[in-house]
């Protein structure tokens, strides 16, 4: 039950697009169309900004998109924003019928 | 609206026990499979365990295995998670949680819990 590996960090300036990439196993995310995102800011509870890959939830904004291909799942935030600032997660279903998440990302706006 | 109100967390000494609770409601709360998720100080969200929608199936990840059991009691709405042999490594805020990749995702606030002599 290994986490799914984020990068650490990633920036970008506001307006620019920034990607955020989710590496599993053919176990978990290469196997089930099941990860979804999560932003989650200091103090609050996570947010769920995808799911099921790339399906987004009512009320999130169409700034955020998902993907995936092979074991690696992706986040892109699009006309990056201040309030964009926060630590997202991936997270999986897996093989054992178990959860990951990923290790988290902390997106920095410049 | 949704809402999943953890309680029961709490100071703690290494190697004893605590029993978190969540209740639920705005939702058919029988009908929807239910997690723990935990996240340790200033550190990542961690999968904990999952009790199927009929309490028939529980799941655990590996580091609380043996040790935590998750239950629910449908007729009250309520999640329940049972940590025995506690260490200083469970110290954490436990969330309470619904379809966590699916699209009707739902968190509560969390509790804390804080293991220590």
């Known amino acids: 039950q290994s986490a799914l590996t984020q990068p650490a960090s990633v920036s970008g300036s506001p307006g620019q697009s920034i990607t955020i990439s989710c590496t599993g196993t053919?176990?978990?995310?290469?196997?089930?169309?099941?990860v979804s995102w999560y932003q989650q800011h200091p103090g609050k509870a996570p947010k769920l900004m995808i799911c099921e890959v790339s399906n987004r939830p009512s009320g999130v904004s169409d700034r955020f998109s998902g993907s995936k291909s092979g074991n690696t799942a992706s986040l892109t935030i699009s006309g990056l924003q201040a309030e964009d600032e926060a630590d997202y997660y991936c997270?999986?279903?897996?093989?054992?019928?178990?959860?990951?998440f990923g290790t988290g990302t902390k997106v920095t706006v410049l | 609206q949704v809402q999943l109100v953890e309680s029961g967390g709490g100071v703690v000494q290494p190697g004893r026990s605590l029993r978190l609770s969540c209740a639920a409601s705005?939702?058919?709360?029988?009908?929807?499979?239910m997690h723990w998720v935990r996240q340790a100080p200033g550190k990542g969200l961690g999968w904990v365990a999952l009790v199927s929608y009929d309490g028939s199936r529980k799941y655990y990840a590996d580091s609380v295995k043996g040790r935590f059991t998750i239950s629910r009691d449908n007729s009250k709405n309520t999640l329940y998670l049972q940590m025995n042999s506690l260490t200083t490594d469970d110290t954490a805020l436990f969330y309470c949680?619904?379809?966590?990749?699916?699209?009707?995702?739902?968190w509560g606030q969390g509790t804390l819990v804080t293991v220590s002599s």
């Open positions: 705005g939702f058919t709360f029988s009908a929807y499979d």
């Open positions: 949680a619904k379809d966590i990749v699916g699209p009707t995702a739902a």
């Open positions: 997270s999986s279903y897996t093989s054992s019928s178990t959860y990951v």
């Open positions: 053919s176990s978990d995310v290469g196997g089930y169309n099941y």
